[in-house]
């Protein structure tokens, strides 16, 4: 069972990397773009196929590890399908 | 007092770290890898600088999961003095031995340059050694050093004098244009509540000795061998 993860800055904190790629992308033109967020998407193989089970721990290891409550939220999904 | 410089993989600073106390201020001191589990020997414990594995997640994300950090965790509440230099720092925010977390730089740019920094609280056990807002030549070299924390969190460090160091310009006036990396009020380090866990980006080890141009980072290394009582 797969879930994957979303990682990403707070609202409200400075994303320079999200800033740059927003210069870039109005330079091209695309005036519609107003603002530009960057996180990180990490995908968790799991061997139990128990969702209850899968979940429970993916939630426990986005709060542990993968994010950092100080500056990032998180959001999962959990793939049902192999 | 024994000093254990703690090496994670990816670490880079830790023979300066090394050096500083052992063969500048003649202190025992060994390097510890990052499994040990007993640091009952040491008194003082560096985190080094350096990209512990290799700053992937976010920087200090997974060495602060290293077998060695229960134990720093144990230590800290023991007393023990506990100072992390820029990566080092990154891992004892990530630990929640100190408040707040380290983004990138406002810049984006990896910035390694000497930065002026003021002494905002010289009653601490890292700092008694300085003058009061006493400026200090220091380096700096990371992509990630713009402290932040909320404001919830500022004036928490604010109201127990927990900020220790903050940039400044050569005549000592906290100004943004003296902010390198973005760092919120300023702040280049900061210590826990009970005054024993300090994290600072700036790199004392890199000029603890005036062949390294001045020796303005051996006042804060030498402040950690001497007792320091709070009034």
Not at chain 1, 12 to 33: C, E, S
Not at chain 1, 52 to 59: F, H, L, M, N, P
Not at chain 2, 99 to 113: D, E, P, Q, V, Y
Request: glycine content about 8%; overall charge neutral; proline content about 4%.
């Amino acid at each position: 069972m797969k879930v994957k993860v979303t990682v990403v800055l707070k609202e409200g904190i400075l994303d320079p990397q999200g800033k740059a790629v927003l210069h870039a992308i109005n330079d091209l033109k695309f005036d519609n773009v107003q603002d530009v967020r960057i996180g990180k998407h990490i995908e968790l193989t799991f061997k139990d196929q128990d969702k209850i089970v899968v979940e429970k721990e993916a939630k426990e290891i986005c709060q542990k590890i993968l994010s950092n409550p100080v500056m990032e939220n998180f959001e999962y999904q959990i793939e049902e399908k192999p | 007092m024994k000093v254990a410089v703690i090496i994670f993989p990816g670490s880079n600073c830790d023979h300066d770290a090394y050096i500083a106390y052992k063969k500048i201020l003649n202190q025992p001191t060994d390097f510890v890898w990052h499994k040990e589990t007993d640091l009952s020997a040491y008194q003082i414990i560096v985190l080094p600088g350096g990209f512990s594995y290799g700053d992937y997640l976010r920087c200090g994300a997974i060495a602060r999961f290293s077998p060695v950090m229960k134990e720093i965790v144990k230590k800290s509440k023991n007393g023990t003095k506990i100072i992390g230099i820029c990566n080092g720092f990154q891992i004892l925010t990530e630990s929640g031995l100190l408040s707040g977390a380290l983004i990138m730089n406002t810049n984006r740019k990896f910035i390694c340059k000497d930065v002026y920094l003021r002494v905002e609280n010289n009653k601490t056990g890292f700092t008694h050694l300085c003058k009061d807002e006493e400026i200090l030549t220091i380096p700096i070299a990371h992509s990630e050093g713009n402290y932040y924390c909320s404001i919830e969190e500022l004036n928490i460090l604010k109201d127990n004098n927990q900020i220790v160091f903050r940039y400044c310009s050569s005549d000592g006036d906290i100004i943004p244009k003296a902010n390198p990396n973005g760092s919120i009020d300023n702040i280049a380090g900061i210590i826990n509540q009970s005054g024993n866990v300090l994290g600072m980006m700036p790199h004392p080890e890199r000029n603890a000795e005036k062949l390294m141009g001045n020796s303005d980072g051996k006042k804060i290394l030498a402040s950690l061998l001497q007792d320091f009582i709070r009034d």
